[in-house]
C-alpha cells in the first residue's frame, strides 16, 4: 500500500470517528412516501406512512398514520407512543450519512434499534421533561442514538443555532444548538442551555471520578457531544 492510500484509508477513518461523537441534525419534516414505525404503550406495533404531525411551540401533539395495511388515517398521542422511527424528508442523505458512521460504530444501547438508525431513521422517545418546574410527558428526538447509555440528549426544537454544515445527517462544524433536553440515567430530563453548561458539568458527569478529575476543565458547549460520547465509552 502506497502512502497516498494509507492518508487515504486514515483520513476516512478519522472522519467517521469524528462524525461518530456528533449528534444527529434535528428533523422537522417527515416523508410521506417511506413506512414509519409507531411503538405503543400497550405492546402494539404500527406500521403506516406520516399523514400530520401536529405540534404546538415546536412539542408533538399529535400523529397522523396512514396505516400500512388498511389505509386508514389514525390519530395518536403522545401518551399512548413509546417511541417511533420516522423516516425524514430527504431520506436518501440522511440513509447516506447514517450508513458510513454505522458501518464502524459499536452498538451498546440495547433501547435503540440500531438497523433503523443506520438507514436513516430519527428515533422519537417519550420521556419526562422538567420546564420552568413544571413537569410533562413529551416525545422528543433523540440526537445522540449512538452514545445515549448513560446520557440521552434531545433535540429543542425551538432552540436557536449556529451556523453550520454537515456531511449526509452529521453536522461537523458549528450548527450548534444552545440548547437540548438532556437526561441522566433514569432522571427526569431537563433543558440544558449553553450558558449554565460549565454550572450543570458535575451532576452530568461527577459519578464518574476518572472522567470528571481528567475533564474538569473541559466544559466548552461546543463539546457537549464529544464530552458525552467519551463520558459513555470511559465510564462503564
Known sequence: MNVKSKILIFLVFTTVNLIAQKFVEGAHRFSDGKISYLYLEDGTIV?????????????IEEVVLKDSITKKKVTYKPEQIKNMYLPPS????FTKGYDKIYDVQKWEDDNVNAQFIKEGYVLFEKSDVMIKKKKFTLLLQL???GF???????LD?????????GVGGFTLAGGDA???YVKKGN??????????????????FGDCAKYYDANLKKFDWEDLAKNIYDFSKECK
Not at 47 to 54: M, N, P, R, S
Not at 148 to 154: A, G, L, P, W
Request: proline fraction near 4%; charged fraction near 40%; avoid cysteine.
Open 47 to 59: 406500521k403506516g406512512y406520516i399523514d400530520d404531525l401536529d405540534r404546538k411551540k415546536g412539542l
Open 90 to 93: 430527504g431520506f436518501d442523505k
Open 143 to 145: 440526537v445522540n442514538p
Open 148 to 154: 445515549s447509555e448513560k446520557v440521552r440528549v434531545y
Open 157 to 165: 426544537p425551538n432552540a436557536s443555532e449556529t451556523t453550520s454544515y
Open 178 to 180: 444552545k440548547s437540548y
Open 187 to 204: 432522571e427526569v430530563a431537563f433543558k440544558l442551555q449553553k450558558k449554565n453548561y460549565e454550572e450543570e458539568y458535575k451532576h452530568l
